[in-house]
């Protein structure tokens, strides 16, 4: 069976404790991504990294990635300031990239696998007209992944709702500007049923494919709920995942919507659904193979 794990982001709002991430681990998952946020975890504090290690050395919880920064504080479910890797003002991209480092500097006190990165901002934030900028994005995922190579981190892209991080344009992207480079994409499935067909999108990206969001939604806002909330098609999506033999961790991406314990709660629930779909598909995989 995959691993499951869960983001930190059910916590966002919040400074990041002990009790948190005990309460992950008692729940049953194996996996972490921290969400670096200032205001939720100073990755800029190498004091806040290795107490951070002993408390996932406390719970037995893997570090599976980081969530590069995407603002500096976040309260009441809205970033402050925006760091952007595609904004076209160079001093505004320096202090993005900066933040990127800062992140990246995790991985010389707690190793992790990838670096889980958003290629400017979702349209549903307004983006300014050079916020989203193809050049600018370019470069800095060069910079970024030079970056991540000497900690030894796989920078991943996320899919998302822009016209840089569709399922198809990280594809061109990847593949026109970083032939033969060590690029990933994370697949959020929430976010690519926002665009369209989440099996889709999964076939889409299955080369580059490396880790993953799963949230879910109804299409209307992207909500962040736990699978089985929201209409999208989780036995499309796990036969989609099974078929492109993907077999990393599954990282629930859910928002506190009333209380972390009772979000959780229901992420189990979930998950012994999500497992049920997987042997139903491994058996008719199996089967179509015979």
């Not at 370019?138 to 970056?147: A, G, P, T």
């Not at 970083?178 to 690519?192: N, P, Q, R, S, Y």
């Not at 036969?239 to 629930?252: C, H, P, Q, R, S």
């Amino acid at each position: 069976m995959k691993k499951f794990g869960v983001s930190t982001h059910l916590y966002h709002e919040q400074r990041l404790d002990l009790a948190h991430v005990l309460e992950i681990a008692a729940s049953g998952f194996e996996a972490v991504e921290l969400f670096a946020t200032r205001s939720h975890f100073d990755y800029h504090d190498e004091t806040a990294i290795g107490t951070l290690k002993d408390w996932l050395t406390q719970a037995n919880l893997d570090l599976h990635s980081v969530h590069a920064p995407i603002t500096d504080v976040f309260v009441n479910g809205r970033g402050q300031r925006t760091y952007s890797t595609a904004i076209r003002d160079a001093d505004a991209r320096k202090t993005t990239l900066r933040e990127m480092a800062a992140a990246l500097n995790i991985a010389r006190v707690i190793p992790f696998k990838y670096l889980v990165v958003h290629l400017g901002v979702p349209e549903a934030w307004n983006p300014g007209s050079d916020d989203n900028h193809r050049e600018a994005a370019i470069r800095s995922v060069e910079e970024i992944q030079s970056m991540a190579e000497t900690v030894g981190v796989k920078v991943a892209l996320e899919v998302m709702g822009n016209t840089l991080s569709t399922a198809p344009d990280l594809i061109e992207i990847i593949e026109r500007s970083f032939e033969g480079a060590d690029l990933g994409i994370c697949m959020d499935v929430g976010h690519a049923h926002m665009l369209g067909d989440t099996a889709e999108a999964i076939e889409t990206t299955s080369e580059y494919l490396v880790t993953t969001h799963i949230h879910d939604n109804r299409r209307q806002s992207d909500d962040h709920q736990v699978p089985f909330q929201g209409s999208i098609d989780w036995a499309a999506t796990v036969m989609a995942f099974e078929k492109i033999g993907y077999d990393g961790v599954l990282m629930y991406e859910v928002r506190n919507a009333e209380s972390p314990a009772s979000v959780l709660a229901k992420a189990v629930g979930a998950r012994r659904r999500l497992e049920a779909l997987m042997m139903d598909t491994s058996q008719l995989t199996a089967f179509e193979i015979e």
